[in-house]
Structure formats: structure tokens, C-alpha cells
């Protein structure tokens, strides 16, 4: 049976969105309100708050209340274990094409 860890589908979902791909993007430049990062995307306040709120859940991003403002940072979590995760599923996608390659050279001939 296949394990699922919450972490990953959490993260990879965050970083399915183009524009919450964007969002970290602009929050790799600067910090920004979520006013700011609204008019950046030209989405209103409540897209915004649920694209943040995505990214906060996974932890690439925080954010803080000062006042009236919702300020947003990027997340102090790394993307190791995605890292590691896509590492290994590439290993096993080149190695399938490896073994189809050898198969397909040692099958050439026999047409």
C-alpha cells in the first residue's frame, strides 16, 4: 500500500497554483501586506487571504498582524522532503526508461 505523508500533499497542493507559485516569487523579493500582494495579482482581499492561507497551512509562508496590516513573509520551513521525494521518483522514472532503452537495443535486431 502507498504511504501518503500530509506534509507533502500539503505542499505540493500550495505549489500546484500558479498563482501561489507567484506569490512565493514575490515574497522570495520582499515582504509584503496582503493589500499589497492583492494589487501585485489584481485578485481581490478574500483570493488573496485563501492563496496565503494555503501557503501558511504548508509553512512556506508566514504572517503577522500589526495593526490593520496582515504583513507576509516567506516560511523558515525548507522543501527537503519534497526535494528528497522528487529526487527518488526521478530515479525510478530514468531507471524504467533505462531498462525500456536496453530492452529496445537488445530487441532491434530480432525484427
Known amino acids: 500500500m502507498v504511504q501518503y505523508r500530509p506534509q507533502l500533499d500539503e505542499t505540493f497542493a500550495a505549489l500546484a497554483d500558479p498563482t501561489r507559485r507567484g506569490i512565493l516569487e514575490h515574497l522570495a523579493r520582499r515582504d509584503a501586506s496582503i493589500s499589497d500582494l492583492a494589487a501585485a495579482f489584481e485578485i481581490t482581499l478574500t483570493g488573496i487571504k485563501k492563496h ?18 496582515r504583513n507576509c513573509r516567506l516560511g523558515r520551513r525548507s522543501l527537503k522532503n519534497e526535494a528528497r521525494w522528487l ?25
Open 52 to 69: 496565503v492561507h494555503m501557503l501558511e497551512r504548508s509553512g512556506l509562508v508566514t504572517t503577522e498582524k500589526v495593526g490593520r496590516v
Open 87 to 111: 529526487s527518488r521518483y526521478q530515479q525510478t522514472v530514468e531507471a524504467r526508461f533505462n531498462r525500456l532503452e536496453d530492452f529496445l537495443e537488445r530487441t532491434k535486431g530480432e525484427s
